[in-house]
């Protein structure tokens, strides 16, 4: 499985960006796709997730403002920021795997990183 991650960018506390993944690969359409994110010096960090039949768990501090969707047809999968802090600030890291338990703790496949900066 191949991940192409896009979409980051620089907005101001308050706004909104949405990231894209595109998946691409011989088992993709069963695959969980979701994710992380990451600051210079710290772990890379769970943000959410979606499994194959739409089931969805988003990390604390992201729930009400951030919603994981996927587009079977595209393989992609869409990370929506809304209300957007400055701590959000972060390369975000698409990633997949066959579950969500293994997606949040030893993810298969990784795209590469996408920059989000949220400026105060």
């Known amino acids: 499985v191949q991940l192409q991650a896009s979409g980051g960018g620089l907005v101001q506390a308050g706004g909104s960006l949405r990231l894209a993944c595109a998946a691409s690969?011989?088992?993709?359409?069963?695959?969980?796709m979701g994710w992380f994110r990451q600051n210079p010096g710290k772990e890379r960090a769970f943000v959410g997730g979606?499994?194959?039949?739409?089931?969805?768990t988003y990390t604390d501090s992201v729930k009400g403002r951030f919603t994981i969707s996927r587009d079977g047809a595209k393989n992609t999968v869409y990370l929506q920021m809304n209300s957007l802090k400055p701590e959000d600030t972060a390369v975000y890291y698409c990633?997949?795997?066959?579950?969500?338990?293994?997606?949040?703790?030893?993810?298969?496949?990784w795209g590469q990183g996408t920059q989000v900066t949220v400026s105060s």
């Open positions: 979606i499994s194959w039949n739409g089931i969805k």
């Open positions: 990633a997949a795997a066959e579950t969500l338990l293994k997606l949040t703790t030893a993810p298969d496949y």
């Open positions: 690969g011989r088992t993709v359409s069963r695959q969980t």
